[in-house]
């Protein structure tokens, strides 16, 4: 297993306390990046994180898709992009694709993001009665809709991750609830996630193991982990406090689930791929610790990377 980080694609400080840390590669997501997915940004990017000392390992963003979790007219030219991306992700060696199935509105959900931890540190957490207070989305899909708009796609793109040798790890839904105001979701349990997987049978075809979100389910986070086996193409290494309709991020150490003995868990089943923090609580620096700035994260992202050394280690 190797300890990474999501970086920007271009240098910050966070880049040199990434390297500080002993960190030797790379997750990228392109924000605010139009068509990204292209050979030449794709290579000036590999090759500018190998110019300061990391191997890009996983793109974890996928280009524009909501046509496609719909079924809507223009799915294809989506789903070509996705093929274009993955092919040249192939011919650079990025070897990792993390992506979600989820209609644009309902990406990651948090309904607060300044819940006190220790020393007064914050945190981000979901209360779905909250969510469901607002109106539902103009979104008009069913859960079977959504089950056969995915075999489509699958059967459409694992081929060409076959064929460019990258594996393919679908994210659970964030968080793994169904349905939030008026729109299904299907990637929220490991039931679903079953069969998600049995719906083209790949080993390039797996899943981002979020610890969050299956400690969000209510799994046993070790006999998950066994479960899925290497069908783990990526790991997410964090905690939450509560279940699926509602539940908070916890530091590392504090926690429900036992971390060493899921980073037991991954060793057992041969698991040596990238494993990241994410949603880290937000420590103090300047003048407001509420404040989701790369600084404020930065700090509590520090303990994160040396707790999964030394788990590592």
Known sequence: MDSTVMLPHQPDERWTIARQLGIETAVVRFFGTDEWWDFDTLLK?????????FSLDVIEDRPPMQKTVLGEEGRDEEIEAVK????NMGKLGIGTYCWVWTENPLGVL??????PLRGDSRTTGYEHADQQRADDYPVDITEAELWENLQYFLD??????EAADVNMALHPD?????PIRGVPRIVSSIENYERILDMYDSPNHGLT?????????EADIPAAIERFGDKIHFVHFRDVEGGADSFFETWHDEGPTNM????????DVGFDGPIRPDHV???????????????????????AIGYIKGLLE
Do not use: W
């Open 45 to 53: 990017t590999r090759n500018r994180f190998e110019n300061h000392g």
């Open 84 to 87: 274009t991306l993955l092919r």
């Open 110 to 115: 948090r309904t607060s993001e300044s819940i």
């Open 156 to 161: 459409e793109v694992v081929p060409v991750a």
């Open 174 to 178: 964030d968080p793994p609830v169904s």
């Open 209 to 217: 193991f979020c610890q969050g979100n299956f400690s969000a389910m």
């Open 260 to 267: 060493k003995a899921a980073i037991e868990a991954y060793q």
């Open 281 to 303: 609580p937000k420590m103090l620096r300047g003048t407001n610790r509420d404040e989701a700035t790369p600084e404020n994260v930065q700090i509590g992202r520090l303990f």
